[in-house]
């Protein structure tokens, strides 16, 4: 599939994605994430190592659309829950 990262148009297969990313150890989820594999992989990693660019040069949302596009699933990174601490008026 031809897809433009960066305002580069770049030739990405899932094979190949799954390739270039074998061997590669995720770094911690931070924000959107993609599933390679059976790992979570942060997009800007995903795209670093596919484009072989700086993760300044291009969007989470341009790995977004092609990990998308590809047929990877990929996800937001789940609100968390707010914390159950009552205040003194309600503990009162």
Do not use: N, W
């Not at 990405?12 to 989820?29: A, F, H, Q, R, W």
């Amino acid at each position: 599939m031809r897809c433009v990262i960066a305002r580069f148009p770049f030739e990405l297969t899932k094979g190949g994605v799954l390739e270039s990313m074998k061997g590669i150890k995720p770094e911690p989820v931070t924000g959107e994430s993609v599933i390679i594999g059976r790992r979570h992989y942060p997009l800007k990693q995903v795209g670093q190592v596919i484009t072989r660019q700086d993760r300044r040069d291009f969007s989470a949302a341009e790995i977004l659309r092609a990990m998308t596009q590809l047929g990877f699933t990929c996800r937001a990174l789940p609100k968390a829950a707010p914390l159950g601490i009552p205040s003194s008026l309600q503990h009162a």
